[in-house]
């Protein structure tokens, strides 16, 4: 079975500050992806990266950058410098390239950003 | 393009009653799925289709139906409302199967069963 945890529900920062958000994955499959939403208060949902899992290098896309570690099983997202503007829940999700329309969600993380 | 698009944006209604929410996308994209979003317990999939065609069910797919009789539209039913489909519900819809393009979200719909 497949499962994501985002296991911080709510976090709320200081403008300028750094967060990261945690996400583990659970899954049997060899080939996956992971993937990292924005629901902004606005409630549409941006997609922000996917990454396959062949792929461990790091990304990094601004102010945002992700570590992805396959040994922990953990796909983590930072962001550097936060503004106000990145307030949103963020949602972490996965999913196997053998079901590749079922995508799995975590239960996402609100993100406060306070001036 | 207008990407994907869900009508209507909000609805009430009454236990029992029966309904259709609407999703088109015009990216001629072969995977469309409907997702409900509860407080708390971020996305999940109810149905999903690889093709005009062929659906499949997801995570919860009790109490709704669909169809898939062209690429571009993927209507979700409800046959007999109940409270407990109160929720948001998104359409999405992703281009390429082998790659697992990035899944294009509608704006969704809120739904309130009273």
């Known amino acids: 079975a497949q499962k994501v945890t985002q296991a911080q529900t709510e976090i709320s920062v200081v403008e300028k500050e750094d967060v990261t958000l945690d996400c583990v994955y659970e899954t049997r499959d060899t080939t996956y992806y992971l993937f990292w939403y924005k629901q902004p208060p606005s409630g549409e949902l941006v997609f922000l990266i996917r990454r396959n899992s062949f792929d461990e290098q790091n990304e990094i896309s601004g102010r945002y950058s992700w570590n992805f570690q396959k040994s922990t099983s953990s796909f983590n997202f930072t962001i550097t410098a936060s503004q106000v503007v990145d307030s949103a829940v963020y949602f972490c999700a996965l999913s196997s390239y053998s079901s590749a329309s079922k995508i799995i969600f975590g239960s996402g993380t609100r993100l406060s950003i306070r001036p | 393009n207008a990407g994907v698009t869900q009508t209507p944006k909000f609805q009430v209604l009454k236990t029992g009653q029966s309904m259709t929410l609407q999703c088109a996308q015009d990216m001629n994209h072969e995977y469309m799925s409907w997702y409900r979003q509860d407080p708390g317990m971020g996305l999940r999939l109810i149905h999903y289709?690889?093709?005009?065609?062929?659906?499949d069910q997801g995570e919860v797919p009790n109490g709704y139906n669909v169809s898939r009789s062209t690429t571009e539209d993927f209507p979700l039913r409800l046959l007999s409302a109940a409270p407990s489909q109160t929720s948001v519900y998104f359409c999405?819809?992703?281009?390429?199967?082998?790659?697992?393009?990035?899944?294009?979200f509608g704006p969704g719909t809120r739904l309130t069963v009273l």
């Open positions: 289709s690889v093709g005009a065609g062929i659906t």
């Open positions: 999405a819809s992703s281009y390429d199967r082998a790659l697992n393009n990035e899944q294009f």
